[in-house]
Antibody
Framework: DVQLVESGGALVQPGGSLRLSCAASGFSFSTYAMHWVRQAPGKGLEYVSGISNSGAGTYYANSVKGRFTISRDNSKNTLYLQMGSLRAEDMAVYYC?????????????WGQGTLVTVSS | QSVLTQPPSASGTPGQRVTISCSGSSSNIGANSAFWFQQLPGAAPKLLIYKSNQRPSGVPDRFSGSKSGTSASLAISGLRSEDEADYYCAAWDDSLSGVVFGGGTKLTVL
């Protein structure tokens, strides 16, 4: 079974940094594109970032471009999201999600999410 | 403001058929397939429909999807109380080079 387990969510002050991780298992990690999607409290789903299976291609929502960096370590079956210059509006549950073998598709499988709280 | 447009709410009685619409543009649904997700309260989203009309294994055939032009629809037949959830449509957007979501539709089973 596909398993995606996020970690790294925490309380952080505005302007601070945080790195989220997503440990993947149950599938060939290096074959699939991966994504981060977030959901602010009581709000809908918002795409944050995506990365191709090799890591050569990366994609960002305008709201996080220049502040967040997505990366992956295929040898460790792990996806990362480095978040910087955090703002109150970045507060959300962050979901790691597995895509298709090619980029250009929404996610198929989702983790349970990790909560990022931005507050002083 | 979401790129894809969904009605904020929908409702039906048990056994009824309900349809949820999702309106996009030529750069997303018009060019790519639509996906649908179900999110139960307190849970992560779950894939219901992929590539516009395909059901993953384990999803009941009461759920069906369709696409026409720049719009997509999710139909739920034989409505059950456990279908009460938030439903989101999504698609890849060629102009934005990313996934776009609808704002979500809260389905109430009366």
């Amino acid at each position: 079974d596909v398993q995606l387990v996020e970690s790294g969510g925490a309380l952080v002050q505005p302007g601070g940094s945080l790195r989220l991780s997503c440990a993947a298992s149950g599938f060939s990690f290096s074959t699939y594109a991966m994504h981060w999607v977030r959901q602010a409290p009581g709000k809908g789903l918002e795409y944050v970032s995506g990365i191709s299976n090799s890591g050569a291609g990366t994609y960002y929502a305008n709201s996080v471009k220049g502040r967040f960096t997505i990366s992956r370590d295929n040898s460790k079956n792990t996806l990362y999201l480095q978040m910087g210059s955090l703002r109150a509006e970045d507060m959300a549950v962050y979901y790691c999600a597995r895509g298709e073998t090619l980029t250009g598709y929404p996610p198929y499988y989702w983790g349970q999410g990790t909560l990022v709280t931005v507050s002083s | 403001q979401s790129v894809l447009t969904q009605p904020p709410s929908a409702s039906g009685t048990p056994g009824q058929r309900v349809t949820i619409s999702c309106s996009g543009s030529s750069s997303n649904i018009g060019a790519n397939s639509a996906f649908w997700f179900q999110q139960l309260p307190g849970a992560a989203p779950k894939l219901l429909i992929y590539k516009s009309n395909q059901r993953p294994s384990g999803v009941p055939d009461r759920f069906s999807g369709s696409k026409s032009g720049t719009s997509a629809s999710l139909a739920i037949s034989g409505l059950r109380s456990e279908d009460e959830a938030d439903y989101y449509c999504a698609a890849w957007d060629d102009s934005l080079s990313g996934v776009v979501f609808g704002g979500g539709t809260k389905l109430t089973v009366l």
